[in-house]
């Protein structure tokens, strides 16, 4: 069963930063395309940035070029550094698999206000 924790989060805000992590209990973890999602307040879960096996790396629009997602198979870990955060950026964010999705994990929460 591969479990997903989620960390990093705060109250940051506007045009701050945050870097988030996601530690994948499997050690199949390097064999994934692994992936960010995010769930805005009152709204359906949404992709935010996947990230391949060798590295590539594919972004949802609003985010590009402010976020950044990484990997280090070493250490079973997945991160995402956020940039020249938004109020729009407000959600709780989760970690998973790109495809095949597993049992979500509890999220992260990231607040971007004043």
């Known amino acids: 069963q591969v479990q997903l924790v989620e960390s990093g989060g705060g109250l940051v805000q506007p045009g701050g930063s945050l870097r988030l992590s996601c530690v994948v209990s499997?050690?199949?973890?390097?064999?994934?395309?692994m992936a960010w999602y995010r769930q805005p307040p009152g709204k359906q879960r949404e992709f935010v940035a996947f990230i391949t096996t060798i590295g590539n790396t594919n972004y949802e629009d609003s985010v590009e070029g402010r976020f950044t997602i990484s990997r280090d198979n070493a250490k079973n870990t997945v991160y995402l550094q956020m940039d020249s955060l938004k109020s729009e950026d407000t959600a709780v964010y989760y970690c998973?698999?790109?495809?095949?999705?597993?049992?979500w994990g509890q999220g992260t929460q990231v607040t971007v206000s004043s």
């Open positions: 499997e050690s199949i973890f390097k064999f994934y395309t």
């Open positions: 998973n698999k790109y495809i095949a999705p597993v049992d």
